[in-house]
């Protein structure tokens, strides 16, 4: 809460520097806006830009750095024969400090050096925040008056604040490259680890997914099994049947929207039918779980078929239905963003409007309806709790989607759930599964761009 007061007051600071900023331009002009370099406009946000963003970037560091700094210094006042303990026991040590500072109840009765240190712990924060707050506000003035200071009708106030805005754009990006790198790597090398511990070709071609370990050697499964295949072939089925009902229902959704309805009955259907983007999936888990699942095993016990209470059938259907606003409402924008001459010149042609659909629009939006295709494919691959509640827990190798299957999302949640160790072939799965996961979105986009390229090279 404090935090949020401090950066309220940085963006006061900087409005107010903003609006003094762009009357001080005009004034040095007397109000001859002609005269200036750049507009008005930009003398403000070059003065609210000296303002708050040093105090923010000062901020920013301090909330990276302050528990780790505050840290180090309560461990260096304790006690000798503490700081002297194994790494596993100082981190639990250090843990109930942490609790104890926040006024949480730890797990054993604190004794007085760990109360004491919670207090140093508190102490430190509270002078580290008052200090915090002197140096943004000291930083927010200098920032105000060392720009105003600068502000004449020669200064290239658009210029200056637009490379601002260019390298803090490009800061942005590399930060978004940069995690994306640290993701891959983070679970290239945990795979890796596990590799190092089960074969590779066990992995990929193994027909049976057992990953619990044994504590004692003479202990069933004392080794697991870690053959993807199963849930290979449950994401798949899975996901197969989501797009089998997506995909139609919502091209055929877009393209009604977009050319057959009217234009009162498109404003008020098109949010109700992205309304099913916002449902909590835990709400479509169980409505698959409560209402689909058991109707697919009445219907299919009074047709003389054995359908299970978790059945790849129920969760595929009702993923679809999630997924069927990510197809319609994009490619509805995509078939919209169509220039309306290709729709005259193939209707002064002769053509009908449903081969003008087919012939003409369909292929001109190709590429957004592929997008948006792939973007529901991903989300279908993606999906966790509508396949825990409704297809189950079971890696069952099988064709038939009336029987329990699993994906490698659940089973990922799966493994990582409780208190584990990092260096089990078990916890490590999980790191594997995700690499797999991640070759499988790459190939994806790759088919898209391969697709989208090959038709602009015919279409233009």
């Given at each position: 809460?404090?935090?949020?007061?401090?950066?309220?007051?940085?963006?006061?600071?900087?409005?107010?520097?903003?609006?003094?900023?762009?009357?001080?331009?005009?004034?040095?002009v007397?109000?001859?806006?002609?005269?200036?370099?750049?507009?008005?406009?930009?003398y403000?946000?070059?003065?609210?830009?000296?303002?708050?963003?040093?105090?923010?970037?000062?901020?920013?560091?301090?909330?990276?750095?302050?528990?780790?700094?505050?840290?180090?210094?309560?461990?260096?006042g304790?006690?000798?024969?503490?700081?002297?303990?194994?790494e596993?026991?100082?981190?639990?040590?250090?843990?109930?400090?942490?609790?104890?500072?926040h006024?949480?109840?730890?797990?054993?009765?604190?004794?007085?050096?760990?109360l004491?240190?919670?207090e140093?712990?508190?102490?430190?924060k509270?002078?580290?925040?008052?200090?915090?707050?002197?140096?943004?506000?000291?930083?927010?003035?200098?920032?105000?008056?060392?720009?105003?200071?600068?502000?004449?009708?020669?200064?290239?106030?658009?210029i200056?604040?637009?490379?601002?805005?260019?390298?803090?754009?490009i800061?942005?990006?590399?930060?978004?490259?940069?995690?994306?790198?640290?993701?891959?790597?983070?679970?290239?090398?945990?795979?890796?680890?596990?590799?190092?511990?089960?074969?590779?070709?066990?992995?990929l071609?193994?027909?049976?997914?057992?990953?619990?370990?044994?504590i004692?050697?003479?202990?069933?499964?004392?080794?697991?099994?870690?053959?993807?295949?199963?849930?290979?072939?449950?994401?798949?089925?899975?996901?197969?049947?989501?797009?089998?009902?997506?995909?139609?229902?919502?091209?055929?959704?877009?393209i009604?929207?977009?050319?057959?309805?009217?234009?009162?009955f498109?404003?008020?259907?098109?949010?109700?039918?992205?309304?099913?983007?916002?449902?909590?999936?835990?709400?479509?888990?169980?409505?698959?779980?409560?209402?689909?699942?058991?109707?697919?095993?009445?219907?299919?016990?009074?047709?003389?078929?054995?359908?299970?209470?978790?059945?790849?059938?129920a969760?595929?259907?009702?993923?679809?239905?999630?997924?069927?606003?990510?197809?319609?409402?994009?490619s509805?924008?995509?078939?919209?963003?169509?220039?309306?001459?290709?729709?005259?010149?193939?209707?002064?042609?002769?053509?009908?409007?449903?081969?003008?659909?087919?012939?003409v629009?369909?292929?001109?939006?190709?590429?957004?309806?592929?997008?948006?295709?792939?973007?529901?494919?991903?989300r279908?691959?993606?999906?966790?709790?509508?396949?825990?509640?409704?297809?189950?827990?079971?890696?069952?190798?099988?064709a038939?989607?009336?029987e329990?299957?699993?994906?490698?999302?659940?089973?990922i949640?799966t493994l990582?759930?409780?208190?584990?160790?990092?260096?089990s072939?078990?916890?490590?799965?999980?790191?594997?599964l995700?690499?797999?996961?991640?070759?499988?979105?790459?190939?994806?986009?790759?088919?898209?761009?391969?697709?989208?390229r090959?038709?602009?090279?015919?279409?233009?």
């Open positions: 809460m404090k935090y949020s007061i401090l950066i309220f007051a940085i963006i006061i600071l900087s409005a107010i520097g903003f609006y003094s900023g762009r009357s001080r331009s005009s004034k040095t007397n109000g001859e806006i002609r005269k200036l370099h750049s507009l008005p406009g930009y403000g946000f070059y003065v609210a830009l000296w303002c708050g963003l040093p105090a923010v970037i000062i901020l920013g560091i301090w909330l990276a750095f302050q528990s780790s700094v505050v840290t180090s210094i309560v461990v260096s304790l006690p000798p024969e503490i700081q002297s303990l194994p596993e026991r100082m981190s639990l040590v250090i843990n109930d400090i942490i609790n104890l500072a006024g949480i109840v730890v797990s054993r009765r604190p004794d007085e050096v760990l004491a240190a919670a140093h712990y508190n102490r430190l509270a002078t580290g925040f008052l200090a915090l707050v002197a140096v943004v506000m000291s930083i927010c003035l200098a920032g105000l008056g060392f720009s105003m200071r600068y502000i004449n009708p020669a200064m290239r106030a658009r200056k604040v637009e490379q601002t805005v260019q390298v803090l754009m800061l942005c990006s590399t930060v978004a490259i940069f995690t994306t790198i640290g993701i891959v790597l983070s679970v290239f090398f945990e795979s890796v680890r596990f590799f190092n511990q089960i074969p590779v070709t066990d992995f071609f193994g027909l049976h997914w057992s990953p619990q370990i044994a004692r050697e003479d202990q069933v499964g004392a080794s697991g099994s870690f053959g993807i295949i199963p849930l290979l072939i449950g994401t798949l089925m899975i996901s197969a049947i989501a797009m089998l009902v997506a995909v139609p229902v919502g091209l055929m959704s877009a009604y929207m977009s050319e057959y309805a009217a234009e009162g498109r404003i008020v259907v098109k949010p109700l039918l992205e309304i099913l983007a916002g449902i909590p999936t835990v709400v479509y888990g169980f409505f698959a779980a409560l209402i689909v699942a058991p109707f697919l095993r009445d219907v299919g016990s009074k047709i003389g078929l054995d359908v299970s209470s978790e059945s790849a059938l969760a595929g259907l009702v993923m679809g239905i999630m997924i069927i606003p990510f197809i319609s409402s994009l509805d924008d995509v078939i919209n963003a169509v220039p309306q001459s290709l729709r005259d010149a193939s209707l002064g042609i002769g053509a009908t409007r449903s081969e003008t659909i087919v012939r629009l369909l292929p001109a939006a190709l590429p957004g309806i592929v997008g948006s295709i792939l973007l529901a494919v991903s279908a691959i993606g999906e966790t709790m509508i396949v825990v509640m409704a297809a189950g827990l079971t890696a069952r190798l099988t038939n989607p009336l329990a299957v699993t994906t490698f999302t659940v089973q949640v990582l759930i409780g208190d584990q160790e990092f260096d072939p078990k916890t490590l799965a999980a790191f594997a995700g690499l797999v996961l991640f070759i499988i979105t790459l190939c994806l986009n790759i088919i898209a761009l391969y697709v989208v090959r038709y602009r090279e015919e279409y233009e």
